[in-house]
């Protein structure tokens, strides 16, 4: 079976059936959330920027051109709202490790090991993540887990593909310099 295009829905809420915007929210929330996460650092905050930015969305919805794909245009919503958020509070993100957002849910595996290793390497990722600024964090997410691509995160976080090919190097640098500390840091605790 086929999934329905985002246009499919956005016309059917366009006609007055609300209820078509239950789809768009089942499928975009986790990543919404996510990239949310990334930059209040907070999963409570990040909870309300992700229902913020989906009333924003609906509300906003006649404004949405299709000059972009909806996903685009709703992670940009995502993306400036975390940022408001941040500056509503006035302080920098406090740190919190987050488990369970990043990845999926745990699907069964054959070999038990293999799971283990999994789960801690993702669990290691996602607590050098924390520790990266959010602009970087939030470029990670959407070019590696999101697989979107330069020119699409450059319409959601408003810079230059060229810019963000820098910025990505660099956290990519940086996430590899905090795996590295904390292997030396697992490492000297044995």
Do not use: C
Request: proline share 3%.
């Amino acid at each position: 079976m086929s999934q329905r295009s985002d246009q499919y829905y956005i016309n059917k809420v366009m006609k007055g059936e609300t209820h078509a915007f239950s789809p768009l929210v089942e499928r975009y929330k986790h990543m919404v959330f996510t990239l949310a996460l990334r930059v209040v650092k907070n999963t409570e905050e990040a909870e309300e920027v992700a229902q913020d930015s989906f009333v924003k969305a609906y509300r906003g919805l006649s404004k949405f051109k299709g000059d972009s794909k909806f996903s685009t245009w709703l992670y940009r919503i995502a993306y400036y709202s975390a940022l408001d958020a941040v500056k509503k509070i006035k302080r920098i993100p406090e740190t919190e490790l987050v488990d369970g957002y990043l990845g999926h849910a745990p699907q069964v595996v054959q070999n038990t090991l293999e799971d283990m290793v999994n789960e801690e390497r993702s669990f290691r990722i996602r607590r050098a993540m924390q520790k990266l600024p959010s602009d970087y964090a939030s470029l990670l997410t959407l070019h590696y887990f999101e697989e979107l691509s330069l020119k699409e995160i450059s319409e959601i976080m408003g810079s230059s593909p060229d810019t963000l090919k820098v910025k990505l190097f660099r956290a990519r640098k940086r996430l590899g310099g905090i795996l590295e500390t904390q292997q030396k840091e697992k490492l000297a605790k044995s």
